[in-house]
């Protein structure tokens, strides 16, 4: 074998390994240099404030709006882009997330679990359950998260505040409208809403503060009074069935406490060809419900201009993610149980076919909409 062969291959590999060596080497200052400038960048912005993850949370809050059900055509339909819109205008930031629970309070408690882990500065909640929802409010309290109750009061927690209308009011407006449109000795129905609602109670409080004088005087008679759970218009069209069959269609007048229940009822009374005889009564002035004003079907709804009700949650909303612990828009304390809770209490308003074109001058509802299927020359239409 050629020994100087064998030296210069051995040279060769040396020279090699030294080379891969080097170049290991490089990598490594350079990988190292790499992270020196990453740890300085980010040790610059911690000298700053809080680190970037953080800083991007505190420029772009995010605010969870927690809607009860959909079987009420409000929340999906008004409340929720209404609520949007007002406060993108006051906090162009804002990131807004909607969750539904469907009428599962179980599954409302379990959205807002899941938006305080995503780091929700703000939950603003229409509880499906003014009971239940307390536990929401205690666990966002421990992390300094503010709840805003809206439309529906949740009871015995420290809630920051409370957005809603009168819900009295609307009951006693209800009744007075049904009082004026019934006479001496005439059968009255009251269908409630849900039994887990505060504002179901709020409602019927006022139904009876109108009602129960005249029932006791004889003036008019309670034939049936029921509970709906959820607010559903087809177990309320089931409930005016069952009344029905059971008083022998001898029915002059419905108390409902909503529209979409009131949809129900109607549709009860039109199996029995009673929808234009006897009056109904609603809350909320949505779509299907003012075209049955129209038509005759429903004899009122209570407006309740969802416009301020969403603007004065938003300008709530805005105040503490500012910081404040308080707002400009608040106007009334309502106690819940356990705090008098700040709030912003709105004024509602009966609409029926004599005034029902000013939810058309008012903006609320174009003419287009309210009269889309309604023959022309009908009402406003």
């Given at each position: 074998?050629?020994?100087?062969?064998?030296?210069?291959?051995?040279?060769?590999?040396?020279?090699?390994?030294?080379?891969?060596?080097?170049?290991?080497?490089?990598?490594?200052?350079?990988?190292?240099?790499?992270?020196?400038?990453?740890?300085?960048?980010?040790?610059?912005?911690?000298?700053?404030?809080?680190?970037?993850?953080?800083?991007?949370?505190?420029?772009?809050?995010?605010?969870?709006?927690?809607?009860?059900?959909?079987?009420?055509?409000?929340?999906?339909?008004?409340?929720?882009?209404?609520?949007?819109?007002?406060?993108?205008?006051?906090?162009?930031?804002?990131?807004?997330?909607?969750?539904?629970?469907?009428?599962?309070?179980?599954?409302?408690?379990?959205?807002?679990?899941?938006?305080?882990?995503?780091?929700?500065?703000?939950?603003?909640?229409?509880?499906?359950?003014?009971?239940?929802?307390?536990?929401?409010?205690?666990?966002?309290?421990?992390?300094?998260?503010?709840?805003?109750?809206?439309?529906?009061?949740?009871?015995?927690?420290?809630?920051?505040?409370?957005?809603?209308?009168?819900?009295?009011?609307?009951?006693?407006?209800?009744?007075?409208?049904?009082?004026?449109?019934?006479?001496?000795?005439?059968?009255?129905?009251?269908?409630?809403?849900?039994?887990?609602?505060?504002?179901?109670?709020?409602?019927?409080?006022?139904?009876?503060?109108?009602?129960?004088?005249?029932?006791?005087?004889?003036?008019?008679?309670?034939?049936?009074?029921?509970?709906?759970?959820?607010?559903?218009?087809?177990?309320?069209?089931?409930?005016?069935?069952?009344?029905?069959?059971?008083?022998?269609?001898?029915?002059?007048g419905v108390a409902s406490a909503n529209d979409g229940m009131?949809?129900?009822?109607?549709?009860?009374?039109?199996?029995?060809?009673?929808?234009?005889?006897?009056?109904?009564?609603?809350?909320?002035?949505?779509?299907?419900?003012?075209?049955?004003?129209?038509?005759?079907?429903?004899?009122?709804?209570?407006?309740?201009?969802?416009?301020?009700?969403?603007?004065?949650?938003?300008?709530?909303?805005?105040?503490?993610?500012?910081?404040?612990?308080?707002?400009?828009?608040?106007?009334?304390?309502?106690?819940?149980?356990?705090?008098?809770?700040?709030?912003?209490?709105?004024?509602?308003?009966?609409?029926?076919?004599?005034?029902?074109?000013?939810?058309?001058?008012?903006?609320?509802?174009?003419?287009?909409?309210?009269?889309?299927?309604?023959?022309?020359?009908?009402?406003?239409?």
């Amino acid at each position: 074998m050629d020994v100087g062969l064998v030296n210069r291959r051995e040279d060769s590999m040396k020279r090699s390994m030294t080379n891969h060596r080097r170049l290991a080497s490089i990598g490594i200052v350079v990988l190292v240099a790499a992270l020196a400038i990453v740890v300085a960048g980010s040790g610059a912005v911690a000298a700053k404030g809080a680190p970037a993850a953080q800083q991007s949370a505190a420029a772009d809050p995010l605010v969870v709006l927690l809607l009860p059900e959909n079987v009420t055509a409000r929340w999906e339909g008004q409340d929720r882009p209404r609520f949007i819109a007002a406060l993108k205008k006051l906090v162009p930031d804002a990131r807004v997330e909607v969750q539904n629970a469907l009428n599962d309070s179980s599954k409302q408690q379990a959205q807002a679990e899941a938006a305080l882990v995503k780091g929700a500065k703000v939950l603003v909640v229409a509880a499906v359950d003014q009971k239940a929802a307390a536990v929401i409010v205690n666990a966002a309290k421990k992390q300094n998260v503010p709840v805003i109750a809206y439309d529906r009061l949740i009871r015995n927690s420290p809630l920051a505040a409370y957005v809603s209308f009168d819900s009295v009011a609307v009951g006693a407006a209800e009744a007075g409208w049904l009082v004026k449109h019934t006479k001496q000795g005439d059968r009255i129905v009251i269908i409630n809403g849900a039994p887990t609602d505060d504002n179901a109670h709020l409602v019927n409080k006022g139904t009876h503060r109108v009602l129960d004088p005249l029932f006791k005087s004889g003036a008019r008679v309670k034939v049936a009074e029921q509970w709906v759970p959820g607010w559903d218009p087809s177990k309320a069209q089931a409930v005016m069935e069952q009344i029905l069959t059971r008083v022998g269609n001898k029915v002059d007048g419905v108390a409902s406490a909503n529209d979409g229940m009131a949809g129900g009822i109607s549709a009860a009374l039109k199996a029995q060809r009673l929808e234009t005889k006897v009056p109904v009564t609603g809350q909320d002035a949505t779509v299907e419900a003012l075209q049955r004003i129209i038509l005759g079907t429903q004899g009122v709804s209570v407006f309740k201009d969802i416009r301020l009700q969403a603007a004065g949650a938003a300008q709530v909303t805005a105040d503490f993610l500012a910081g404040k612990t308080t707002s400009k828009a608040f106007n009334a304390k309502v106690a819940n149980g356990k705090v008098q809770v700040p709030s912003v209490m709105l004024k509602v308003q009966p609409i029926d076919k004599t005034n029902v074109k000013t939810l058309i001058t008012n903006g609320f509802i174009s003419k287009a909409a309210l009269c889309k299927g309604i023959p022309a020359g009908t009402g406003p239409c």
